[in-house]
């Protein structure tokens, strides 16, 4: 009897879902427009970069070159141009970056093959009106010249794990720790809210049904919600945005579904605090939503921030979270490898969950 | 038989130092319909609560349909029904939806739940709209499908907190006379309201006046016992005694 009572619950939650038919199209296209958003319109990427070459004498060394400059995807050849019209080329714009050999950029080569002191020469000028930009193609240009240089090359950069810096790899930990969070903690807390305000609340609690079963009755359809949300996420991060997932797919479910639990206790928390749907929007927005933008590491990295904010980032769960994916799906690293993580995690969704129960059970009386 | 379904007795509720309810005692009787008046403040509010198993009762005693109200709130909860001033149902389920959830809170089985919600769509005259939103119903209709609702596990007690607030007299009336049938079928209600003229309809009548019950009887010895023409009459020379503001 009492498991019918549950599922009784539990069917209704998914219908009053259901019938919103508005939120739920928001809920399942926001990951898709901001995977979509931060996957190629926002990026610092290096991206069809115009790149002309400036060389005293087209010897071998710089024929290898320029043909791994114009089979790369993310550079566009345009072909040798004169030394004095450098300027002239990046200031209309023509080209994003000039690589310049030196004369005897062939003999340098081959001296430092050799093991002599004299390194060939590079230079790279590149258009940095936009820093971001150019801070990555310079970056990249290196990391693709540098093969042609021989290994006692003069660049000591080296991209790891993303070696084009693709910005979505960067950009899908950080939309996980968001949507998330707006799908689990927002929708539960403003649908419980609901119950209070408009007065069906009342009438559950005078009837049998235990208040906790309510909560979690209310808590399985987000939760489903939000794992065809996760699996959506990640078929886009692989198969639109190439994000390579070496770790295993996994690990980073098991972790995210630690993370969906976390935010359903944090919606249960605001809906104990907030009395109105208006006043639990805004504690999630405000509350949630700005330290996870903020102080998360999902637009600024942790390290930049000042001292204080770094320190209030610890009590941030996206951070964890969001770091932890970023080393699953980027760097590749199994699950054990992200284990404090993980325990962190764990440690703050018990605390909630806690908390929060037992505020919601004072409540009542 | 007259066997009682509600008794208190010295029943109290003290919220710090401000007593809410104070010493009150009563006794319901099955198939009753027991008005429960008081003004705003008075403590109707928060007796119920301890009626309905909300809210433990600071000293006193009482049951609810033979169970104890200090012990035994839970079990109290599957004999009641409640039907509160603000609509309680839910505007994005259908009539059908509704039904078959609260049946399925109080444990009704498929079969119970299709048998009751059949019959008291039929009672209503509501058949046809077993498959509408509840939301796109008028107001009056859905009061009354409230309160099917709120009997569909056929409660020994029924507690109606103000249900026709804002409700037309015409559907005021046919919702009086949905609970008198339900109290023929033997049916308790134990009703709050503001209305004066409903207050007539009722068995008996019980008034508080700061947290105490200060009158309680048939409507028509009320009027004899304060001389009144209405029980508007009766209770406004009760009230005029209040020391509690709102």
């Known amino acids: 009897m009492m498991r019918g009572n549950f599922l009784s619950f539990v069917k209704k939650e998914s219908l009053h879902i259901l019938r919103d038919k508005r939120t739920m199209l928001i809920v399942m296209l926001i990951p898709v427009v901001l995977m979509i958003l931060f996957g190629f319109a926002i990026s610092t990427e290096v991206n069809n970069v115009n790149v002309a070459v400036v060389a005293a004498e087209r010897s071998d060394g710089v024929r290898d070159a320029v043909e791994r400059l114009s089979h790369n995807e993310y550079f566009t050849f345009k072909g040798y141009i004169a030394q004095d019209k450098i300027d002239s080329y990046l200031r209309s714009g023509k080209v994003g970056a000039v690589v310049v050999f030196a004369a005897d950029y062939d003999r340098c080569a081959e001296l430092a093959k050799q093991g002599v002191e004299e390194k060939p020469i590079i230079?790279?000028?590149?258009?940095?009106?936009?820093?971001?930009?150019a801070g990555s193609a310079t970056a990249y240009l290196q990391g693709v010249l540098l093969g042609t240089a021989s290994e006692q090359a003069m660049f000591e950069t080296r991209m790891l794990f993303n070696p084009q810096m693709k910005s979505a790899y960067n950009f899908v930990p950080g939309i996980m720790g968001l949507i998330f969070i707006l799908v689990c903690a927002m929708m539960t807390s403003v649908s419980i809210v609901r119950e209070k305000e408009v007065g069906t609340m009342e009438v559950l609690l005078v009837s049998p049904v235990r208040p906790v079963k309510i909560i979690f009755a209310k808590m399985i359809p987000y939760f489903a919600i939000s794992c065809i949300v996760l699996v959506m996420i990640l078929l886009l991060a692989r198969y639109l945005l190439d994000v390579p997932m070496t770790g295993g797919v996994g690990g980073i479910f098991s972790l995210s579904l630690l993370y969906l639990v976390l935010s359903l206790s944090l919606g249960l928390l605001v809906s104990t605090i907030a009395t109105t749907q208006m006043a639990a929007l805004l504690i999630s927005a405000m509350v949630m939503m700005m330290p996870i933008l903020m102080l998360s590491g999902m637009l600024f990295p942790i390290e930049n921030l000042p001292k204080f904010f770094q320190v209030v980032s610890n009590i941030v769960p996206a951070r964890w979270y969001i770091d932890a994916v970023r080393k699953m799906m980027i760097q590749g690293l199994p699950l054990v490898a992200v284990w404090e993580n993980c325990v962190i995690l764990l440690g703050m969704t018990v605390a909630l969950l806690g908390v929060s129960l037992k505020k919601f059970n004072d409540k009542l009386e | 038989m007259t066997d009682i379904v509600i008794s208190v007795r010295d029943l109290t509720k003290r919220f710090g130092d401000f007593t809410a309810v104070d010493r009150i005692s009563f006794d319901v009787l099955r198939g009753e319909i027991f008005g429960f008046l008081g003004a705003n403040g008075a403590g109707k509010t928060t007796a119920m609560r301890m009626l309905c198993g909300l809210s433990y009762p600071t000293s006193g005693s009482g049951t609810v349909a033979g169970y104890d109200v200090m012990r035994e709130g839970e079990k109290i909860k599957h004999h009641?029904?409640?039907?509160?001033?603000?609509?309680?149902?839910?505007?994005d389920l259908t009539v059908?939806?509704?039904?078959?959830l609260f049946a399925g809170i109080y444990g009704l089985t498929k079969r119970e739940t299709e048998e009751r919600a059949a019959e008291l769509l039929d009672r209503l005259n509501f058949s046809?709209?077993?498959?509408?939103?509840?939301?796109?119903?008028?107001?009056?209709?859905k009061q009354k499908l409230s309160f099917a609702i709120a009997t569909i596990h056929r409660p020994e007690v029924v507690f109606l907190d103000e249900p026709t607030g804002g409700v037309d007299p015409v559907t005021r009336r046919q919702f009086w006379e949905m609970i008198y049938e339900a109290a023929e079928a033997g049916t308790t209600i134990f009703v709050t309201t503001h209305y004066m003229d409903e207050a007539e309809y009722c068995s008996r009548v019980s008034i508080m006046v700061d947290g105490q019950v200060r009158a309680l009887d048939t409507p028509a010895r009320l009027k004899q016992q304060f001389s009144a023409e209405s029980m508007d009459e009766v209770f406004r020379t009760l009230a005029r005694g209040a020391q509690r503001g709102e």
């Open chain 2, 128 to 141: 046809s709209e077993r498959n509408t939103l509840v939301g796109s119903l008028p107001l009056g209709w």
């Open chain 1, 123 to 133: 230079q790279l000028i590149v258009d940095a009106s936009n820093v971001n930009t």
């Open chain 2, 80 to 91: 009641i029904g409640y039907m509160s001033q603000r609509f309680s149902l839910y505007n």
């Open chain 2, 96 to 100: 059908w939806e509704n039904m078959r």
